[in-house]
């Protein structure tokens, strides 16, 4: 790393600022929000991953992700495998789990902060498959 800069993944993905999507998202790489995300969002847990909500950006649901940068508002539990960044204008809302923790001046969390290592920060929650019974 040249001058304590973190390197992290390349963005491949961007939700705009108009974007409003209602349901769970799925995504390996980069994924940048500055829109509006109701629904879970889930960081492939066999490859790496790196959330950025931004400012402008408000999800409301669990988050499960390698790496979060967030400088937007997120209700709902927070799961971070690696790394987490909260920046001056985060918003946390609910339970946060993390391995580490870089926390600015103006971050709110309202909720439980929880360390953990990082095996044991579970990205993807026990999935139940549905019965065909009738």
Sequence with gaps: MLFGKKKGLAIETLLGARTKLEGDLR?????RIDGEIKGNIYGDPDKPSMLVITDSARVEGEV????????GTVVGPVHVAELLE??????????VQYAALEMH??????GTLTHATPGDVKLLPNLKLASNQD
């Design 27 to 31: 995504f390996s790489g980069g994924l």
């Design 64 to 71: 499960h992700v390698g790496h979060l940068i967030l400088n």
């Design 86 to 95: 909260l920046q001056p204008k985060a918003r946390i809302e609910g339970n």
């Design 105 to 110: 001046q103006g971050a709110v969390v309202m």
